[in-house]
């Protein structure tokens, strides 16, 4: 069993940044990849950012440039940094991870943040 606790969320003006961390109840070193999703309110959840074991990563077209997603192995810490947000940016934002040695994903309990016009 894995947890993941997210953490960073807020409420910010367009234009601003934040910093949003996951840390993981359980080593890193082993995960197939981990990421941030969204979900806003009536939309379903969207990945925004993943990155894998070997520092891969892949974004979303509407954050790439904005957003990078980075991880700690020694703090069993993925981030994801968010440069010129905008209000379409607000939604719950859930860190995800896939571990190599388990069938299962796991899910944090989601960190909201509101982008103010």
């Known amino acids: 069993q894995v947890h993941l606790v997210e953490s960073g969320g807020g409420l910010v003006q367009a234009g601003g940044s934040l910093r949003l961390s996951c840390a993981a109840s359980r080593s890193i070193f082993s995960i197939n990849d981990m990421g941030w999703y969204r979900q806003a309110p009536g939309k379903q959840r969207e990945l925004v950012a993943t990155i894998t074991t070997g520092g891969s990563t892949n974004y979303a077209d509407s954050v790439k440039g904005r957003f990078t997603i980075s991880k700690d192995n020694a703090k069993n810490t993925a981030y994801l940094q968010m440069n010129s947000l905008k209000p379409d940016d607000t939604a719950v934002y859930y860190c995800?991870?896939?571990?190599?040695?388990?069938?299962?994903?796991?899910w944090g309990q989601g960190t909201q943040v509101t982008v103010s016009s």
């Open positions: 995800h991870a896939l571990y190599i040695w388990s069938v299962n994903d796991y």
